[in-house]
């Protein structure tokens, strides 16, 4: 059987799995007998990759079948500073798994999206869990967390994904909430009120926030970088995946 090398970000692991993409995206979800329920989100790394900090020649060897000849369903590698340790260039492509164990595949994106006016809101996946909002685009948030840092806090890589704010990109202090589904709405009118673009540029929402939060809230896509590489991986528009991946659509909004 073919062994897979993963890159899971719920939590950070490196895992090594006889499963194929959709099938790991259902077990690391729901587990063998949807008994649990949780989103999974992982990337595919290439099998050939190798790295000093991590035995994956020997977590490999530990990846064989059960004697039945049912596949081995995971080998934990690593469980700390994942990120830091894996290329992009290593990276293939990104699966989101809902709650109910559907999985989408997203392919990396050839450009970034366009800048856009008004705040953001960043969910920090890995390897830290914060929420932030803020004045810059998110190529220059990753820079200010990154390879060019103007204040203490910095990441040698740092994966996110930027969430919509509605009406409240623009007018943080009277836009209409509408279907956002954040319950800290208040909260996060303040943080919004005290970014300013000529002046403090970002705010924490919350310093550890869950990592689970609702796909379709989804802006564009979600970004990874290491040191000064940066990618992104566009997400389909709602009507994409209405008509294209309708079961992964219906069980992420249940």
Known sequence: MTIHLYFSLVPEALIASMLEPEQFGQYYATGHSYKSKGQAIFFEVDPKFRHEFFNIDEGFERCVAHPDGTPKNSVYISVYRVLEHIPVSALGKLYLGTAYGQTLGLSRADSFPAKGKGLHMYQDLAPINSLVVSAQDPKTYYE??????????????????????GALATDPGAGAVGDLPYSFVHHLREALLEVDPAGKQSKLVHRVHSLEFPYRMIKNGIYIGNGSDLVF?????HEELRQDHSSWWRSCNL
């Open 233 to 237: 991986y566009k997400m389909p528009s």
């Open 144 to 165: 200010k967390v990154t390879s060019q840092p103007n204040k203490f806090i910095r990441f040698p890589g740092l994966c996110f994904v930027e969430l919509e704010l």
